[in-house]
Protein backbone atom coordinates (compact mmCIF):
# COMPACT_ATOMS: atom_id res chain seq x y z
CA UNK A 1 0.00 0.00 0.00
CA UNK A 2 2.57 2.65 0.93
CA UNK A 3 4.93 2.08 -2.38
CA UNK A 4 1.74 2.09 -3.84
CA UNK A 5 0.90 5.54 -2.87
CA UNK A 6 3.81 7.02 -3.06
CA UNK A 7 4.12 6.11 -6.97
CA UNK A 8 0.75 7.90 -6.80
CA UNK A 9 1.88 10.85 -5.13
CA UNK A 10 5.08 11.37 -7.37
CA UNK A 11 2.44 11.25 -10.61
CA UNK A 12 0.40 13.76 -8.98
CA UNK A 13 3.01 15.69 -8.39
CA UNK A 14 4.08 15.75 -11.86
CA UNK A 15 0.47 15.94 -13.06
CA UNK A 16 -0.04 19.40 -10.85
CA UNK A 17 3.35 20.65 -12.17
CA UNK A 18 2.45 20.48 -15.62
CA UNK A 19 0.78 22.97 -17.21
CA UNK A 20 -2.92 23.15 -17.35
CA UNK A 21 -5.97 24.27 -17.25
CA UNK A 22 -6.10 24.42 -13.50
CA UNK A 23 -2.78 25.55 -12.19
CA UNK A 24 -2.83 28.23 -15.11
CA UNK A 25 -6.03 29.80 -13.50
CA UNK A 26 -4.38 29.47 -10.30
CA UNK A 27 -1.48 31.44 -11.35
CA UNK A 28 -3.23 34.62 -13.29
CA UNK A 29 -5.42 34.83 -9.93
CA UNK A 30 -2.38 35.05 -7.78
CA UNK A 31 -1.12 37.44 -10.36
CA UNK A 32 -4.07 39.62 -10.32
CA UNK A 33 -5.33 39.38 -6.56
CA UNK A 34 -2.50 38.08 -4.48
CA UNK A 35 -1.34 34.83 -2.89
CA UNK A 36 -4.18 34.80 -0.66
CA UNK A 37 -6.86 34.81 -3.81
CA UNK A 38 -4.84 32.27 -5.03
CA UNK A 39 -5.30 29.88 -2.39
CA UNK A 40 -9.09 30.16 -2.37
CA UNK A 41 -8.89 29.33 -5.56
CA UNK A 42 -6.81 26.41 -5.05
CA UNK A 43 -9.24 25.22 -2.36
CA UNK A 44 -11.85 25.64 -4.50
CA UNK A 45 -10.54 23.39 -7.27
CA UNK A 46 -9.50 20.48 -4.80
CA UNK A 47 -12.71 20.55 -3.38
CA UNK A 48 -14.58 19.85 -6.15
CA UNK A 49 -12.25 16.52 -6.27
CA UNK A 50 -14.22 15.29 -3.63
CA UNK A 51 -17.27 15.16 -5.18
CA UNK A 52 -15.38 13.71 -8.67
CA UNK A 53 -14.00 10.92 -5.98
CA UNK A 54 -17.62 10.05 -4.23
CA UNK A 55 -18.96 9.48 -7.83
CA UNK A 56 -15.85 7.04 -8.84
CA UNK A 57 -15.94 4.85 -5.88
CA UNK A 58 -19.49 4.64 -6.42
CA UNK A 59 -19.33 3.96 -10.06
CA UNK A 60 -21.05 6.78 -11.42
CA UNK A 61 -19.44 8.26 -13.32
CA UNK A 62 -18.83 5.22 -15.55
CA UNK A 63 -22.70 5.93 -15.76
CA UNK A 64 -22.93 9.67 -16.75
CA UNK A 65 -19.47 8.77 -19.33
CA UNK A 66 -21.48 5.97 -20.89
CA UNK A 67 -24.06 8.65 -21.92
CA UNK A 68 -22.96 10.50 -25.26
CA UNK A 69 -25.76 13.06 -24.91
CA UNK A 70 -24.85 13.61 -20.87
CA UNK A 71 -21.63 13.72 -21.17
CA UNK A 72 -21.89 16.27 -24.26
CA UNK A 73 -24.15 18.64 -22.36
CA UNK A 74 -22.12 18.74 -19.31
CA UNK A 75 -18.69 19.77 -21.46
CA UNK A 76 -21.51 22.67 -23.09
CA UNK A 77 -22.52 23.88 -20.02
CA UNK A 78 -18.99 23.83 -18.64
CA UNK A 79 -18.01 25.71 -21.68
CA UNK A 80 -20.62 28.26 -21.15
CA UNK A 81 -19.87 29.04 -17.59
CA UNK A 82 -16.21 29.49 -18.54
CA UNK A 83 -16.97 32.28 -21.70
CA UNK A 84 -19.19 33.72 -19.09
CA UNK A 85 -16.62 34.70 -16.84
CA UNK A 86 -14.20 35.57 -19.66
CA UNK A 87 -16.83 37.75 -20.45
CA UNK A 88 -16.95 39.31 -17.10
CA UNK A 89 -13.43 40.18 -16.98
CA UNK A 90 -13.88 41.74 -20.24
CA UNK A 91 -17.04 43.85 -19.01
CA UNK A 92 -14.99 44.97 -15.76
CA UNK A 93 -12.29 47.76 -15.58
CA UNK A 94 -8.87 47.21 -16.68
CA UNK A 95 -7.11 49.12 -13.89
CA UNK A 96 -9.33 47.43 -11.33
CA UNK A 97 -7.82 44.12 -11.08
CA UNK A 98 -4.31 45.76 -9.71
CA UNK A 99 -5.52 48.83 -7.88
CA UNK A 100 -4.65 48.46 -4.11
CA UNK A 101 -7.88 49.58 -2.31
CA UNK A 102 -10.13 48.25 -5.47
CA UNK A 103 -13.06 45.91 -5.12
CA UNK A 104 -11.87 42.53 -5.58
CA UNK A 105 -13.95 38.86 -5.67
CA UNK A 106 -14.10 37.80 -1.88
CA UNK A 107 -12.37 34.53 -1.36
CA UNK A 108 -15.68 32.61 -0.88
CA UNK A 109 -16.49 33.65 -4.37
CA UNK A 110 -13.28 32.47 -5.77
CA UNK A 111 -13.68 29.12 -3.72
CA UNK A 112 -17.23 28.97 -5.39
CA UNK A 113 -15.78 29.64 -8.87
CA UNK A 114 -13.30 26.98 -8.11
CA UNK A 115 -15.29 24.44 -7.07
CA UNK A 116 -17.67 25.12 -10.02
CA UNK A 117 -14.65 25.35 -12.48
CA UNK A 118 -13.67 21.50 -11.31
CA UNK A 119 -17.49 20.20 -10.86
CA UNK A 120 -18.36 21.28 -14.73
CA UNK A 121 -15.52 20.14 -16.60
CA UNK A 122 -15.66 16.96 -17.74
CA UNK A 123 -12.21 15.54 -18.83
CA UNK A 124 -11.47 15.74 -14.48
CA UNK A 125 -14.14 13.06 -14.30
CA UNK A 126 -12.47 10.86 -17.35
CA UNK A 127 -9.17 11.91 -15.81
CA UNK A 128 -9.91 9.79 -12.39
CA UNK A 129 -11.62 7.08 -14.69
CA UNK A 130 -8.67 6.32 -15.98
CA UNK A 131 -5.83 7.38 -13.17
CA UNK A 132 -6.99 6.05 -10.04
CA UNK A 133 -8.21 2.51 -10.73
CA UNK A 134 -5.05 1.52 -11.90
CA UNK A 135 -3.59 2.62 -8.59
CA UNK A 136 -5.68 0.28 -6.37
CA UNK A 137 -3.32 -2.34 -4.47
CA UNK A 138 -5.55 -4.83 -3.55
CA UNK A 139 -8.71 -6.37 -5.21
CA UNK A 140 -10.12 -8.32 -1.97
CA UNK A 141 -10.02 -4.84 0.13
CA UNK A 142 -12.86 -2.39 -0.40
CA UNK A 143 -12.69 -0.61 -3.13
CA UNK A 144 -14.99 2.66 -2.04
CA UNK A 145 -12.04 2.98 0.87
CA UNK A 146 -9.09 2.76 -1.36
CA UNK A 147 -10.73 5.13 -3.86
CA UNK A 148 -10.89 7.82 -1.10
CA UNK A 149 -7.71 7.20 0.34
CA UNK A 150 -6.12 8.06 -3.58
CA UNK A 151 -8.27 11.16 -3.98
CA UNK A 152 -7.77 12.72 -0.41
CA UNK A 153 -3.22 12.16 -1.46
CA UNK A 154 -4.50 13.57 -5.10
CA UNK A 155 -5.91 16.76 -3.35
CA UNK A 156 -3.55 17.08 -0.62
CA UNK A 157 -0.48 16.56 -3.27
CA UNK A 158 -2.58 19.06 -5.41
CA UNK A 159 -3.30 21.96 -2.82
CA UNK A 160 0.53 21.79 -2.02
CA UNK A 161 1.42 21.95 -5.62
CA UNK A 162 -1.07 24.94 -6.33
CA UNK A 163 -0.53 26.84 -3.76
CA UNK A 164 3.10 26.84 -4.02
CA UNK A 165 2.35 28.39 -7.12
CA UNK A 166 -0.17 30.85 -5.66
CA UNK A 167 2.87 31.99 -3.27
CA UNK A 168 5.53 32.22 -6.11
CA UNK A 169 3.04 34.67 -8.46
CA UNK A 170 1.71 36.59 -5.54
CA UNK A 171 5.16 37.14 -4.64
CA UNK A 172 5.36 39.29 -7.79
CA UNK A 173 2.16 40.60 -8.01
CA UNK A 174 2.75 43.75 -6.44
CA UNK A 175 5.91 44.41 -8.48
CA UNK A 176 3.26 43.97 -11.37
CA UNK A 177 1.26 46.93 -9.96
CA UNK A 178 3.90 49.41 -10.94
CA UNK A 179 3.14 48.70 -14.50
CA UNK A 180 1.11 50.73 -16.35
CA UNK A 181 0.17 48.75 -19.23
CA UNK A 182 0.37 45.50 -16.99
CA UNK A 183 -3.74 45.96 -16.60
CA UNK A 184 -4.02 45.29 -19.72
CA UNK A 185 -2.13 42.49 -19.90
CA UNK A 186 -3.46 40.79 -16.77
CA UNK A 187 -7.06 41.31 -18.06
CA UNK A 188 -6.71 39.85 -21.36
CA UNK A 189 -4.42 36.71 -20.01
CA UNK A 190 -7.90 35.81 -17.73
CA UNK A 191 -9.62 36.32 -20.33
CA UNK A 192 -7.70 33.93 -22.28
CA UNK A 193 -7.59 31.38 -19.80
CA UNK A 194 -11.20 30.92 -19.12
CA UNK A 195 -11.67 30.52 -22.94
CA UNK A 196 -8.87 28.20 -23.25
CA UNK A 197 -10.22 26.21 -20.57
CA UNK A 198 -13.79 26.23 -22.27
CA UNK A 199 -12.11 25.20 -26.04
CA UNK A 200 -9.48 22.44 -23.92
CA UNK A 201 -13.14 21.18 -22.26
CA UNK A 202 -15.09 20.79 -25.60
CA UNK A 203 -12.08 19.25 -27.64
CA UNK A 204 -12.89 15.56 -28.00
Known amino acids: MLETLISFSIATLAL?????PDNIYVLTQSLVNGTKSGIATT???ISGCIVHTTLLAFGISAIITASDNMFYAIKVLGACYLV???YKVYKSDVNISLAENAPKKSYVQLFKTGVIMNLVNPKVMIFFLAFFPGFLWNETENTVIQFYILGITFMVVSFLTFSTIALAAG???SLLRDSKNMGVVLKWLQ????VGIAVFILIP
Open 16 to 20: AISPG
Open 43 to 45: AGL
Open 84 to 86: YLA
Open 171 to 173: RIS
Open 191 to 194: ILVF
